[in-house]
């Protein structure tokens, strides 16, 4: 019996195998991997960081012509507004053509996604950026996350160090397809300043009821959620 | 009236519908094709492929699927000789293929002496029973030669739910002694995967030389040369096999396939798959004898294309194709530096170009085995390997293509002097240089390199309208009107225009309904 159940085995097998070998699954990823770019090298070394991640993590790219890579490791280079992927395969860091990146996504320590679109800013500071979108609606708030290379003194806590640091001066802006980019202050007067008076008065109560005291980005970016939710009109 | 519905399924699976406005052609003639594809193939692209008696494919045409239809042209070759063809219609991962016989004439011999045709002995599509659909009014049995005709067609209220898609009409010459038969095959699709229907697919495989086994880790490389050229590349697995698909590209196309190892510089042998013989998924075929009326009406065929030809009388004029959507820089990134030698003294050969305008970039011919180096931009010192050499777009492996062309045939370089990567291809720089008037004939292909040029998907074309009736040149059209998407109506109004050609002729209306069914109904009229 046992020999009647592996010759029937056989039998369909053997029937199988032409048409297996006669269909191809075509491969997932014919389309191979096309991120443009040129190795990165890094800078000489200062004080601080260049890099607003100091590890590669996790983050996806949309590229202009519409292909969107996720899965990859990524890193934003402040200092140089440039965008650096490690490619596995070739086992290099490779800075990304800003010219065909659209957007990209980072993922950081706590797993929150930051999401970042290349954008034309003009006024001040004017070229071609990558600005971390914090909140999008019809006004829609924007950082540039941008480092200075400047001068320091040159002994620390730790003796004699680089005379050249890293520093934050990140720029924040509104934006509005209509009528572009205006920077703004991370604080309370600043928002408030872009407001009808009567706004500012329901602002003020919401914020207290809130208990929301606007010391920092991360405050000053749910004191901005709640003017879009509570619909109040932004002038700027 | 005949009236004939085709039931589209063969065995259980919808199948593909192929019309074509006649069934008997001359040799330089162009045949309008309308495919109708099963439900399921929602878009993509579908390929009508001629083939010969032999079974070997003369020409393929791949058409734009939309609305589950497409249309198109294939024009025949004038060398092809006189006998019976099948055309054939499927997509890339179908497993039906439907196929329609058809005789072609060579316009030089005409019908071959011994007369012999041959035709399938057993068609395996399945005619469905003959139900009336529509009625057609104000159609008259006899037209005179360049009269004006009208006639209506009434479409069945209820059909018109049933009905999906637009609907084909065409106006032709009916050849009743010559009944051209369709039949469905199976197919065994080479690729299973949907997204194969997306684009041509050119795939082969990459072997050893010297043991023919499959060639692992190589990369090929597929170049389409062009101003802003397009490049893509494959890295091949344990089994050596390839895969390219080319999307939104339109007309015909020259590409150029490179193999190399990248890591070890071992010698590669690519090939490309063969063509597929359409004889041995074919039913068996009988001989017959060519009748004489058809004889009489094939040689009047021929004389009347002949004729057409001296007075270049075009019965479609096929549109311009579509620009593909290109890429807004090239893939070896946004050069740093362009040069247009053309606006220096005139330089002889690239190592003198190399010299007296490439600055960071030393081309030398020492001897017949020209070297090229560039400097790196960001390390200020010289590659150790080759850069990248572009020309019109296509990788050049042998420098001695390129050491001898002047400053006059160079139209520009444009050149990246940092170590670029696009994907998982790295190149210690990149000159790319522009050579209009290079003749990639020139270019020789090897066990590495191989050329080909290939039809995209076919532009769109449109229907001449009739001649003004009081010309004095003779009005030759064998198709007097050809509407292959007509939005279905239920009063559609056809007006054509008779031509000098006497004879019969018949007005086609054909479509496909909801469920998969095919139909068509046909009028005959005679021109005396």
């Given at each position: 019996?046992?020999?009647?159940?592996?010759?029937?085995?056989?039998?369909?097998?053997?029937?199988?195998?032409?048409?297996?070998?006669?269909?191809?699954v075509?491969?997932?990823?014919?389309?191979?991997?096309?991120?443009?770019?040129?190795?990165?090298?890094?800078?000489a070394?200062?004080?601080?960081?260049?890099?607003?991640?100091?590890q590669?993590?996790?983050?996806?790219?949309?590229?202009?012509?519409?292909?969107?890579?996720?899965?990859?490791?990524?890193?934003?280079?402040?200092?140089?507004?440039?965008?650096?992927?490690?490619?596995?395969?070739?086992?290099?860091?490779?800075?990304?053509?800003?010219?065909?990146?659209?957007?990209?996504?980072?993922?950081?320590?706590?797993?929150?996604?930051?999401f970042?679109?290349?954008?034309?800013v003009?006024?001040?500071?004017?070229?071609?950026?990558?600005?971390?979108?914090?909140?999008?609606?019809?006004?829609?708030?924007?950082?540039?996350?941008?480092?200075?290379?400047?001068?320091?003194?040159?002994?620390?806590?730790?003796?004699?160090?680089?005379?050249?640091?890293?520093?934050?001066?990140?720029?924040?802006?509104?934006?509005?397809?209509?009528?572009?980019?205006?920077?703004?202050?991370?604080?309370?007067?600043?928002?408030?300043?872009?407001?009808?008076?009567?706004?500012?008065?329901?602002?003020?109560?919401?914020?207290?009821?809130?208990?929301?005291?606007?010391?920092?980005?991360?405050?000053?970016?749910?004191?901005?959620?709640l003017?879009?939710?509570?619909?109040?009109?932004?002038?700027? | 009236?005949?009236?004939?519905?085709?039931?589209?399924?063969?065995?259980?699976?919808?199948?593909?519908?192929?019309?074509?406005?006649?069934?008997?052609?001359?040799?330089?003639?162009?045949?309008?094709?309308?495919?109708?594809?099963?439900?399921?193939?929602?878009?993509?692209?579908?390929?009508?492929?001629?083939?010969?008696?032999?079974?070997?494919?003369?020409?393929?045409?791949?058409?734009?699927?939309?609305?589950?239809?497409?249309?198109?042209?294939?024009?025949?070759?004038d060398?092809?000789?006189?006998?019976?063809?099948?055309?054939?219609?499927?997509?890339?991962?179908?497993?039906?293929?439907?196929?329609?016989?058809?005789?072609?004439?060579?316009?030089?011999?005409?019908?071959?002496e011994?007369?012999?045709?041959?035709?399938?002995?057993?068609?395996?599509s399945?005619?469905?029973?003959?139900?009336?659909?529509?009625?057609?009014?104000?159609?008259?049995?006899?037209?005179?030669?360049?009269?004006?005709?009208?006639?209506?067609?009434?479409?069945?209220?209820?059909?018109?739910a049933?009905?999906?898609?637009?609907?084909?009409?065409?106006?032709?010459?009916?050849?009743?002694?010559?009944?051209?038969?369709?039949?469905?095959?199976?197919?065994?699709?080479?690729?299973?995967?949907?997204?194969?229907?997306?684009?041509?697919?050119?795939?082969?495989?990459?072997?050893?030389?010297?043991?023919?086994?499959?060639?692992?880790?190589?990369?090929?490389?597929?170049?389409?040369?062009?101003?802003?050229p397009?490049?893509?590349?494959?890295?091949?697995?344990?089994?050596?096999r390839?895969?390219?698909?080319?999307?939104?590209?339109?007309?015909?196309?020259?590409?150029?396939?490179?193999?190399?190892?990248?890591?070890?510089?071992?010698?590669?042998?690519?090939?490309?798959?063969?063509?597929?013989?359409?004889l041995?998924s074919?039913?068996?075929?009988?001989?017959?004898?060519?009748?004489?009326?058809?004889?009489?009406?094939?040689?009047?065929?021929?004389?009347?294309?002949?004729?057409?030809?001296?007075?270049?009388?075009?019965?479609?004029?096929?549109?311009?194709?579509?620009?593909?959507?290109?890429?807004?820089?090239?893939?070896?990134?946004?050069?740093?530096?362009?040069?247009y030698?053309?606006?220096?003294?005139?330089?002889?050969?690239?190592?003198?170009i190399?010299?007296?305008?490439?600055?960071?970039?030393?081309?030398?011919?020492?001897?017949?085995?020209?070297?090229?180096?560039?400097?790196?931009?960001?390390?200020?010192?010289?590659?150790?390997?080759?850069?990248?050499?572009?020309?019109?777009?296509?990788?050049?492996?042998?420098?001695?293509?390129?050491?001898?062309?002047?400053?006059?045939?160079?139209?520009?370089?444009?050149?990246?002097?940092?170590?670029?990567?696009?994907?998982?291809?790295?190149?210690?720089?990149?000159?790319?240089?522009y050579?209009?008037?290079?003749?990639?004939?020139?270019?020789?292909?090897?066990?590495?390199?191989?050329?080909?040029?290939?039809?995209?998907?076919?532009?769109?074309?449109?229907?001449?309208?009739?001649?003004?009736?009081?010309?004095?040149?003779?009005?030759?059209?064998?198709?007097?009107?050809?509407?292959?998407?007509?939005?279905?109506?239920?009063?559609?109004?056809?007006?054509?225009?008779?031509?000098?050609?006497?004879?019969?002729?018949?007005?086609?209306?054909?479509?496909?309904?909801?469920?998969?069914?095919?139909?068509?109904?046909?009028?005959?009229?005679?021109?005396?």
């Open positions: 019996m046992r020999c009647k159940i592996w010759l029937v085995f056989t039998l369909f097998g053997l029937m199988a195998s032409p048409r297996l070998a006669a269909q191809e075509l491969p997932g990823e014919w389309n191979a991997q096309k991120i443009k770019g040129i190795r990165f090298l890094p800078d070394t200062y004080q601080g960081n260049p890099f607003l991640n100091d590669f993590t996790s983050g996806e790219i949309n590229l202009a012509d519409g292909t969107k890579i996720s899965g990859i490791q990524l890193k934003y280079n402040n200092y140089r507004d440039e965008l650096i992927y490690y490619n596995n395969a070739v086992s290099t860091q490779i800075e990304v053509d800003k010219i065909s990146v659209k957007s990209f996504v980072l993922t950081d320590d706590k797993g929150d996604k930051h970042y679109r290349k954008q034309t003009t006024g001040y500071l004017p070229g071609e950026r990558y600005l971390e979108v914090l909140s999008e609606g019809e006004v829609t708030l924007l950082v540039h996350r941008k480092v200075l290379l400047l001068t320091c003194p040159v002994y620390g806590e730790v003796g004699k160090e680089k005379s050249m640091s890293y520093q934050e001066a990140f720029n924040y802006y509104l934006y509005n397809v209509k009528k572009g980019f205006e920077l703004i202050k991370p604080a309370k007067n600043s928002l408030f300043s872009k407001l009808d008076p009567s706004d500012q008065l329901l602002l003020r109560k919401i914020l207290r009821k809130n208990d929301l005291k606007i010391t920092d980005e991360e405050h000053f970016v749910k004191a901005w959620n003017v879009l939710s509570n619909k109040m009109a932004i002038h700027f | 009236m005949l009236l004939v519905t085709l039931y589209g399924k063969a065995q259980g699976k919808e199948c593909f519908g192929l019309f074509t406005d006649r069934d008997l052609y001359t040799s330089g003639e162009t045949m309008l094709l309308k495919a109708f594809a099963p439900s399921a193939v929602q878009g993509g692209i579908l390929t009508v492929d001629l083939f010969n008696a032999k079974g070997e494919m003369i020409a393929s045409v791949p058409l734009q699927i939309s609305d589950n239809q497409a249309d198109g042209f294939l024009s025949l070759n060398t092809l000789s006189s006998g019976s063809y099948l055309l054939r219609v499927l997509t890339q991962t179908s497993v039906t293929q439907t196929v329609k016989e058809l005789y072609i004439l060579n316009r030089f011999t005409g019908v071959t011994s007369g012999i045709s041959f035709r399938p002995a057993a068609a395996i399945t005619p469905d029973s003959i139900q009336p659909l529509f009625t057609v009014s104000g159609a008259e049995k006899n037209y005179k030669r360049r009269e004006k005709a009208h006639l209506t067609i009434h479409f069945p209220a209820d059909w018109m049933l009905t999906e898609g637009p609907l084909c009409l065409y106006v032709a010459q009916a050849i009743p002694e010559y009944n051209a038969q369709t039949f469905v095959l199976n197919h065994k699709p080479k690729f299973s995967s949907n997204a194969g229907n997306e684009g041509i697919i050119i795939s082969g495989i990459a072997t050893d030389p010297a043991t023919s086994t499959p060639f692992k880790n190589g990369v090929i490389t597929l170049s389409v040369p062009d101003s802003l397009r490049f893509n590349y494959y890295t091949t697995g344990e089994n050596g390839f895969y390219f698909q080319l999307k939104d590209y339109h007309g015909r196309i020259s590409l150029v396939l490179n193999g190399n190892d990248p890591t070890n510089y071992r010698p590669m042998k690519i090939s490309l798959d063969k063509q597929e013989n359409l041995s074919l039913p068996p075929f009988k001989t017959g004898i060519f009748p004489p009326e058809l004889r009489k009406v094939a040689a009047k065929n021929v004389e009347a294309l002949n004729f057409s030809k001296i007075f270049k009388q075009q019965q479609i004029s096929v549109l311009p194709a579509k620009i593909s959507k290109t890429d807004a820089y090239p893939f070896y990134g946004v050069p740093e530096r362009v040069i030698p053309k606006l220096f003294v005139d330089l002889s050969n690239f190592e003198e190399s010299r007296e305008l490439l600055q960071g970039i030393k081309f030398r011919d020492n001897n017949h085995h020209p070297t090229f180096q560039i400097l790196n931009a960001q390390r200020n010192s010289f590659f150790t390997e080759q850069p990248l050499v572009l020309l019109n777009g296509v990788p050049v492996r042998n420098l001695n293509d390129i050491k001898d062309l002047g400053s006059r045939e160079i139209d520009r370089i444009e050149i990246s002097q940092y170590e670029r990567y696009f994907g998982n291809l790295r190149f210690s720089g990149v000159v790319a240089i050579a209009p008037k290079f003749d990639f004939e020139g270019l020789k292909e090897s066990d590495d390199l191989i050329k080909l040029s290939l039809d995209a998907v076919q532009p769109r074309a449109v229907f001449n309208p009739a001649p003004n009736d009081q010309a004095k040149e003779p009005d030759l059209r064998q198709v007097l009107l050809w509407q292959p998407i007509l939005k279905p109506e239920t009063t559609i109004g056809v007006d054509f225009q008779t031509s000098d050609i006497i004879g019969k002729f018949r007005v086609v209306i054909s479509g496909k309904r909801r469920d998969g069914r095919l139909f068509f109904e046909e009028q005959s009229f005679e021109v005396n």
